[in-house]
């Protein structure tokens, strides 16, 4: 599949741009507006599992922070943030034994939300852990607010997942000091927050580690990790992916022409076949695939209801095409 909105960066879920947008429109800003000028695509974000190019996620927390006149705005996103709004990647956190455990499994599986992030534990002298966290986006504020954003939602997770108030040893960023740290402060509730260090990072207590998960469950963790393990990182939307996603509703409301589906994307119908052609594919091919599969799926039908799904004029039309697809569990009387 073609991951056109893919960077070498990588890919963020639109899970958390939906939590970003959320933040914004609560802030009073618009949020459409903000995730049009991001160039966020409105079909992702209707997607549960879609991952988008990190370069629209950090032009949004830029455009978020100007529209907010907020420099906390990654904190105050972070602090909206519930246990389970992250899919999978928080089942497997929550349903762990302990907090050690659970922070081992959100490092193994950051794929799931992002392919930019990278969380680590580092060699620790002490029994106390630190945590690394790096990012591959390209540098400037954006990036700044995506780690401020990724760091504060580790410790928010520790503290849902375990009920308890963890507080961090100490919490380092590798970026410049803000003007003023009082938000930080109140965010991990301790004053020992450190700037320009060598790399971001958050210690936190081996006692700390040891809690019990409140959600823990022994046989849901090891089938959600068997799950995760056997699965891909969610595949990039793609304008590809919306043109199926609508060419398959049109059929199933049985109107798969062209001009309905140019109308429920919002484009010309002529623009719509320049589109397609880019992909290498034509409408003629597409609309052929898309009622194939939509047959296949179909079960035992009258070809009379078959065609009229289809957009097929006659039942004689939908025949020759089910012919011509070899499709043999389709009744045709």
Not at 118 to 139: F, I, K, V
Not at 141 to 161: D, S
Not at 197 to 216: C, E, I, K
Request: charged content about 20%.
């Amino acid at each position: 599949m073609k991951r056109t909105l893919s960077g070498a960066a990588g890919d963020e879920s639109v899970r958390v741009v939906r939590l970003m947008l959320a933040a914004a429109a609560a802030g009073g800003a618009d949020a459409r507006r903000l995730a049009a000028a991001a160039r966020v695509p409105a079909w992702a974000l209707a997607s549960e599992g879609a991952m988008i190019c990190t370069c629209h996620v950090l032009r949004l927390w830029e455009l978020a922070e100007q529209a907010l006149e907020d420099p906390d705005v990654a904190l105050r996103v972070a602090a909206r943030y519930q246990l389970g709004e992250l899919g999978l990647y928080d089942y497997l956190f929550s349903s762990a034994a302990t907090l050690g455990e659970a922070l081992e499994a959100s490092s193994r599986y950051q794929s799931l939300v992002t392919t930019s992030g990278r969380l680590r534990e580092q060699p620790q002298a002490s029994q106390d852990r630190t945590y690394s966290y790096s990012y591959s986006g390209a540098g400037g504020r954006g990036r700044q607010l995506a780690v401020q954003f990724a760091i504060a939602v580790l410790v928010a997770r520790a503290r849902a997942g375990t009920g308890a108030p963890v507080v961090p040893v100490r919490v380092e960023f590798a970026q410049p000091a803000p003007s003023s740290d009082r938000a930080f402060t109140q965010t991990f509730g301790t004053r020992r927050i450190g700037f320009g260090a060598p790399v971001t990072a958050v210690t936190l207590r081996a006692s700390d580690l040891d809690l019990p998960m409140r959600g823990a469950d022994p046989a849901l963790a090891g089938i959600l990790r068997r799950c995760a393990a056997s699965t891909p990182p969610p595949a990039a939307a793609t304008w590809h992916d919306h043109f199926h996603r609508q060419l398959a509703e049109a059929i199933e409301q049985g109107c798969p022409s062209l001009a309905a589906v140019a109308h429920r994307m919002s484009l010309s119908t002529r623009t719509l076949q320049r589109r397609l052609a880019e992909h290498g594919t034509t409408w003629r091919a597409e609309l052929d695939a898309a009622r194939q599969h939509h047959a296949d799926q179909a079960g035992p039908v009258t070809i009379t209801r078959l065609a009229r799904q289809l957009g097929y004029a006659d039942p004689r039309s939908a025949r020759r095409a089910l012919r011509r697809w070899d499709n043999p569990t389709t009744q045709t009387t």
